[in-house]
């Protein structure tokens, strides 16, 4: 057994450097099996920024993350090679589909090739992660209802987008968002203090939510969160 820790990175993060040694001893304590730290970043600057080594201080002890780019990962535009490999077109879609958003396309026709569990988790999961356009081109499909593979999750989220203009659309937003942080850490069974769920479902910061949304996937404790 071993533990993959997976970020995405899109613009420099000074406290990365700190968190990410963290997230890697603590995943590493409670599994008790290797760990390896991926960084995701679609904007090609950021690579060289993501792969220096951070020193901790204590001799020997360096960690320098593992970090996928745009040329690392290929550009995957067929829904074909999608429904063969659905990891890859998904990479594929978080990767380049700042520069393409029609990849969001291929990725949906892809995935509604496979089973439809499956399908639902990968969804839910390039929604929280994509950046602004693809997200809203996902969206788009999401709410076309063309595949059935969308979950209540994706389709509230889609649904509370529409009226992000007004204050009760904005607070059900984020309430959908909420919700899909906590499923997040349910699914990858982290516990959720009642103190830790009243602090998410109570947030109404879109900012702090998609932060917290994208580390619902890497942290090792839920209030690793609000580090």
Known sequence: MAGIIAEIQRERDKDKRLSWPCYVTNLRYRIDAPVVLLVLCPDRSMV???????????????LTPL?????EIPVVDDPVEVAA???????????????DVDLVDTMMEGLDKI???TAETYTELVMVLLDEAPRHRLEEIVASAVYDFTSP????????????????????????????????LDSRRIAV?????????NC?????????????????SAEELFE
């Not at 970090?67 to 040329?71: H, S």
């Not at 490999?85 to 520069?99: F, M, R, W, Y």
């Open 204 to 220: 109404t910061t879109p900012e702090t939510l998609k932060r917290w949304g994208e580390r619902a996937f890497t942290v090792s």
């Open 48 to 62: 060289r920024w993501c792969r220096r080594p951070i020193r901790t201080g204590h001799p020997q002890f360096e």
């Open 153 to 184: 999750f994706t389709e509230r989220y889609v649904e509370q987008g529409r009226s992000e203009g007004r204050r009760e659309g904005r607070a059900e937003a984020a309430e959908a968002a909420a919700e899909l942080i906590l499923k997040a």
């Open 85 to 99: 490999s659905p990891e890859l077109g998904v990479l594929s879609t978080l990767v380049h589909a700042d520069e």
């Open 67 to 71: 970090v996928l780019g745009p040329d």
């Open 115 to 117: 089973d439809p569990s």
């Open 193 to 201: 203090t009642p103190e830790v769920h009243d602090r998410i479902m």
